[in-house]
């Protein structure tokens, strides 16, 4: 690996070129790649790792606003799932050495072997306020050998795709036994830290394709059904949405970021993409019915909106103090509600993490009216 990272895993000149034509240089590590993707900007001040493996950065080029990222390497706990899917990611500086206990290799050593380019020594927070202007953009992490205009002609040709979903998705059902509640889990780009909050809880867990069909579904006789967070554009994959229509009402509903925006479609609500997003872990979000405020992690590009909502189906639970969009929802006939925030906390605080206790309780509920 010496040849590929040298001594401090940074090697080759690189550009970073956004959709506006704004080109910032850099020094690039990771893998020698030229990727393109969309730029997104994410405050976290901690968790990388975590937030490098999660599906929903899938197809995009993550900037990390905090300074410096690699400084404890790679470990083998904090994975969102094993094949992680972003495209690139961007930095002000990566550390020449990387120390932890937990520490199993470099952050540079880790990108290349899953294919992902990083690019080091850009001014994270320029190119942040540039997206907060601007909006979300598609960017090019390239070798600065080419000429600009060939590069910039290859971005602005590059077409983003738009089946996010179908990629990160699991092609077959697998179980995680437990001997508690049945749950079926729909994996839109599930976290390996919900199913390890839903372990905890005892639940026996069934992993399901996002294309499986309602009645496979349903004969697995659940007594609950999580729609998991994930990457991408709702209204992209409509044969889930009028999956949720056919089963809610029929056993209880829980989700999560993506799985939120689809059931609020499936309640004929609408969405829209946002300006950038919210992807960190400092976004306080508060419950109407109690006034009780949670700092909470959160990494989504689409939202429902609020003038969309059938107030006499779903009510609002949880809005974001910040810019005051929904961030939860519950539906007032079914037992069924949904988060847009991330509550298994990985990373970010933990105050969320009561809404899996919520989960349960619903489903008790539910067994005991039967």
Known sequence: MEKLFGKVGIKMDRWLILDDGTCFEGKGFGAQLNVFGEIVFSTSMTGYQETITDQNFNGQIITFTYPVIGNVGINRDDYESLSPACKGI???????????????????????????????????????????????????????????????????????????????????????????????????????????????????????????????????????????????????????????????????????????????LANDCDTYQMSFGHHGQNYPVKEKATGRIDMSSQSHSFAVKKDSLDRKR???????????????????????????FNPDAAPGPHDTLHVFDEFIEMMDAQKGAV
């Open 90 to 264: 961007v930095v002000k500086e990566y550390p020449r050495l990387a120390s932890n206990w937990r520490y199993q290799m470099s952050l540079s050593e880790f990108l290349a072997r899953r294919n992902i380019a990083g690019i080091a020594g850009i001014d994270t927070r320029a190119l942040m306020h540039k997206i907060q202007r601007s909006g979300t953009m598609k960017a090019s992490i390239v070798d600065s050998g080419d000429t600009f205009t060939h590069a910039y002609d290859q971005l602005k040709a590059n077409v983003l795709p738009t089946n996010q979903v179908e990629q990160v998705s699991t092609q077959k059902p697998y179980p995680s036994p437990g001997t508690g509640h049945n749950v079926v889990i729909i994996d839109l780009g599930l976290k390996h830290s919900i199913m390890r909050e839903l372990a905890k809880r005892n639940c026996n867990l069934t992993v399901m394709p996002h294309d499986s069909l309602a009645e496979e579904i349903l004969e697995l006789a659940p007594d609950g059904l999580v729609l998991t967070n994930g990457p991408g554009d709702p209204k992209s994959i409509p044969d889930v949405i009028e999956k949720i229509r056919q089963i809610q009402g029929k056993i209880p509903i829980f989700g999560v970021g993506l799985g939120q925006q689809l059931f609020a």
């Open 314 to 340: 779903l009510l609002v639970t949880h809005y974001n103090i910040n810019d005051g969009s929904i961030e939860g929802l519950k539906h007032r006939r079914y037992p069924a509600f949904t988060v847009q």
